[in-house]
């Protein structure tokens, strides 16, 4: 595979939308083949999924193992479908969450089985990891304040409690301390523009500087 797999991460709110798009439009000035694609909801099978997992649903709650396994399903569909061919092609994918993501919240949010959890991750994933993961660190009651000030209603999870939030936030920065070869922190709390700024010094040294010396 000769295409390279970024993924962002991070707390709720934390800025990956904003900041994909953004290196997106960088992508694109300098004419690299990428694609944007997220977790869950990646193909046409993961947006149901999506739906299922994220919808509130006070009657019908979501099982602690049923949602691992759901996530796990979803990238198991999108690694087949969108990742394997498209870094096949050689494209660059702009990923919104991986299988950090399932550590963070199924792992240290719920509590489920660490060794559990890096088996599903590796059944689904074939052990195909992340080139470079940018970490957009914020703190949990900014990133929800702004989810919060935004215009749609806060999701199954994003309900969940603040103490669980935080569990998530300690699960990134646990991951980053273990994988700082592949893990880039970059502080979400500054401006969308300077954070923009670091992303891109990142992806510059790391990744682009062999396709684009002088940029
Ligand atoms: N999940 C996912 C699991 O539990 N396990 C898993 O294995 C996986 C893969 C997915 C949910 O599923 C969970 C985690 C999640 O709960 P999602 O796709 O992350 O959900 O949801 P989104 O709504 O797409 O993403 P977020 O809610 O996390 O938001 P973003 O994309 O991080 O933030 P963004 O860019 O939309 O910004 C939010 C608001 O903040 C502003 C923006 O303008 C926007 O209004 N903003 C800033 N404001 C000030 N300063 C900045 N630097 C800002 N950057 C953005």
């Known amino acids: 595979m000769s295409g390279k797999l970024i993924v962002f991460e991070g707390v709720e709110g934390c800025g990956k939308t904003t900041q994909m798009t953004l290196c997106s439009q960088w992508l694109e000035s300098l004419s690299v083949s990428f694609v944007l694609t997220r977790e869950p909801g990646g193909t046409e099978l993961g947006k149901h999924l999506r739906r299922l997992l994220l919808e509130k649903s006070e009657n019908k709650p979501v099982g602690e193992v049923t949602e691992l396994l759901l996530y796990a399903a979803d990238r198991a569909q999108h690694i087949e479908q969108e990742l394997k061919p498209n870094l096949a092609d050689g494209k660059y994918i702009l990923c919104d969450r991986y299988t950090d993501s399932t550590i963070a919240y199924q792992g240290y949010g719920r509590g489920l089985n660490m060794s559990l959890i890096n088996q599903l991750n590796y059944i689904a994933t074939g052990g195909l990891e992340s080139d470079l993961t940018i970490w957009l660190d914020v703190d949990v009651e900014v990133g929800l304040s702004r989810k919060r000030g935004s215009e749609a209603a806060l999701d199954r999870i994003e309900q969940e409690t603040i103490a669980f939030h935080r569990r998530?936030?300690?699960?990134?920065?646990?991951?980053?301390?273990?994988?700082?070869?592949?893990?880039?922190?970059?502080?979400?709390?500054?401006?969308?523009?300077?954070?923009?700024?670091?992303?891109?010094?990142?992806?510059?040294?790391?990744?682009?500087?062999?396709?684009?010396?002088?940029?």
Do not use: C, H, M
């Open 168 to 215: 998530v936030q300690q699960g990134y920065t646990e991951l980053a301390a273990t994988y700082p070869s592949r893990i880039f922190r970059v502080d979400g709390s500054l401006s969308k523009e300077v954070v923009y700024e670091n992303i891109k010094e990142i992806l510059n040294k790391r990744l682009l500087s062999i396709l684009t010396p002088d940029s």
